[in-house]
């Protein structure tokens, strides 16, 4: 109930409150879309967790976290889209505590990628935010510049290509279930195209799916 984290990429905040809920933990919760970060925030302030899991826009390309303040940073698959990450990824540091944790699951690009590829091509113009994809190598050697200890690097594709299939199967088998909106399935069109492109890209070899936990000394 003493530690603090802060999450890059919260969306409406969901994981953040039920990370507060079931461990006790304070949760500043940083989303860049400010519609999202404003219905998050309201979304706490109706769970009565408004101090304890805070949602706020921030900008990835002006980062402004408080210094030496969290015990922990984490981010699930959305570092991908953030320019500039070396800057980032400083500021990100700068926000630890000492023996502060960071834990990033994050898309990146392998030795087989061709920005030439029809698949890339497809991928690139089917996300929503611009990817600005790193190589897992990369995020070594600049975790290890700013004097981060590496504990995993793990290649979690084949886990997370069952997730994003069993997922949408779910999703579909209930709208089939409850009925379907018009409105709901343009959006939902628009969607499905970006993760299928995603899912292209993970099974061909050209994307990654990984998952690194460090500590700094």
Known sequence: ET????????????TARILADKFGVWVTAMERDGELALLGMERSVAAGAQKKVPVQQYDPLAPDFRKKYFNVVYSFGEMFTVNKKDTFLLKL?????????????DYVVTGKASESSENYRKWM????EKPYPWTADRYKEILGKLRFDIRIA????????HQIKTAWMTLVSEL?????????????????EMWMNRVKMLENGELAYYRFYATHD
């Open 3 to 14: 530690m603090s984290c802060i999450e890059i990429g919260a969306r409406i905040g969901a």
């Open 93 to 105: 540091t700068e926000s630890l505590r000492e023996q502060g944790q960071l834990l990033i699951t």
């Open 125 to 128: 113009a089917t996300e929503e």
């Open 176 to 192: 089939q279930t409850s009925g379907l909106d018009p409105d709901f399935i343009a959006f939902l069109e628009e969607d499905m």
């Open 154 to 161: 793990k290649d979690e594709t084949e886990l997370h290509v």
